[in-house]
Structures are given as structure tokens and as C-alpha cells.
């Protein structure tokens, strides 16, 4: 089955700073990424995902990019915000198989003011 | 309103009690899930249902059992509770189409706390 493992498991950064949370996968047949981000007692949100047809996806200060050849994919938030302080997660998923998801372990983000 | 609601938010009891924890979503999606995210925030799928039948079932001992009485609603049964099963459980929803993922939806979770 898919493996994704997530780095770092924690980040802490400047508010205005970048952050970014870096994820690789197993499967080579994976080819939907998404981004969920979980704040505080509330369940995971979708904020961003990426295709295995595009290499990059920008909207407005995240951006997602995607190497196949390396299986590995990665999140970028810049211009740090102290909303953006939560917990967030990477997943994948086969081709094979529409629903399921394959998550990493979570990276905790913490945006100092 | 509310896209996927769940109930309880909390749950405490006893080890070894049945207890039950129901889902809802007012998406019109025909698909359904239950995740388990334990105390390192790992989220790991159970459970999932299109249109009412079963198409995922992880490895998940068969204390848990997942009942969907019509595609709207996905509730989780668990017998027998065991310290191991503290944990927040969270269902969503999506709706794939035709060979294309779509986001999940999740509910808020339900803290299960067994003593």
C-alpha cells in the first residue's frame, strides 16, 4: 500500500516568514496530492491539491509543487500569518482507487507574532 | 449550516461498554468515511461507503462496526471498548466522479475517552 511520510513533524517560523512542509510517497501509481490543514478542535480542511499532470499550483500565498520522478511533493506558505498556525497534513492517493487517502503524520506549524 | 455533523462531540465510558457515534452530511455526496486520529495526530482510514455498500475496510478489529442506513448517514458501532480505541474519530465525505478525486469533507470529530 501507500506509504507518505511527512518533515517536519513541527515548524516554527516568523510571522511574514515562509514555511515549508516537505512529503514523500511510496506508489508510484499515486496521482492526486492533496493538502489538509486542522486547526485547534476542528477536523481537517482541505486548503490546497495537486494532479500528477502539473508540477505547480499557486493560490495566493500557498503553492504546492510535485516532482514524480522523485515521488516526493511539497507545501509552500509564504508571508506567514498567525491564523496559519495548525496542524497540517499531506496525503495521497492511487489511481486505482478514488477514495482512499493515505496521510502523513501532520506537521504542528506555529507562526510567532 | 452544517455539512457533516457528528454526535456525540465527547464520549467517556468504561471499558468494555458498546457505545455509538452517528454521522450526517447534507452534501448529497454518495460517499462516506470514518478516520481515527490518534493522540500523535496520526489519521488513518477505517471505514468507507459508496451509496450505502462497504468499499474500503482497513484492517480494523470487527469490534468496530459501521452501519450506513442510507447514503447520508454513516454511524460507527463499538463493542466492547478498549483503553486503545481512545482516540478522535472523524467521518467525512466526498463525492469522486468518474475516475476524478474530489475533496473530503470533514465532520468535527468525537473525543472518545475510555477509562
Known amino acids: 500500500g501507500e506509504n507518505v511520510e511527512q518533515h517536519p513533524s513541527t515548524l516554527s517560523v516568523q510571522e511574514g516568514d515562509s514555511a515549508v512542509i516537505k512529503c514523500t510517497y511510496s506508489d508510484s501509481a499515486s496521482n492526486y496530492f492533496p493538502w489538509y490543514k486542522q486547526e485547534l478542535g476542528k477536523g481537517p480542511q482541505l486548503i490546497i491539491d495537486i494532479r500528477s499532470n502539473v508540477g505547480e499550483k499557486k493560490d495566493q500565498r500557498i503553492a504546492v509543487t510535485l516532482n514524480k520522478t522523485a515521488k516526493h511533493f511539497s507545501l509552500h506558505i509564504t508571508e506567514t500569518q498567525p491564523e496559519d498556525s495548525a496542524v497540517y497534513f499531506c496525503?495521497?492517493?492511487?489511481?486505482?482507487?478514488?477514495?482512499?487517502?493515505?496521510f502523513g503524520a501532520g506537521t504542528t506549524v506555529t507562526v510567532r507574532a | 449550516d452544517t455539512a457533516v455533523s457528528q454526535t456525540p462531540k465527547y464520549l467517556v465510558t468504561q471499558m468494555g461498554n458498546d457505545k455509538s457515534i452517528k454521522c450526517e452530511q447534507n452534501l448529497g455526496h454518495d460517499t462516506m468515511y470514518w478516520y481515527k486520529q490518534d493522540s500523535k495526530k496520526f489519521l488513518k482510514i477505517m471505514f468507507s461507503y459508496n451509496n450505502k455498500e462497504l468499499i474500503i475496510n482497513e484492517t480494523v478489529p470487527n469490534r468496530f462496526s459501521p452501519k450506513s442506513p442510507d447514503k447520508a448517514h454513516l454511524n460507527l458501532h463499538i463493542n466492547s471498548l478498549e483503553l486503545g480505541d481512545s482516540a478522535v474519530y472523524f467521518c467525512?465525505?466526498?463525492?469522486?466522479?468518474?475516475?476524478?478525486?474530489?475533496?473530503?469533507?470533514f465532520g468535527p470529530g468525537t473525543r472518545l475517552t475510555v477509562l
Open positions: 496525503a495521497a492517493s492511487p489511481s486505482s482507487n478514488d477514495y482512499k487517502l493515505s
Open positions: 467525512a465525505s466526498s463525492q469522486p466522479g468518474q475516475g476524478a478525486h474530489n475533496e473530503q469533507f
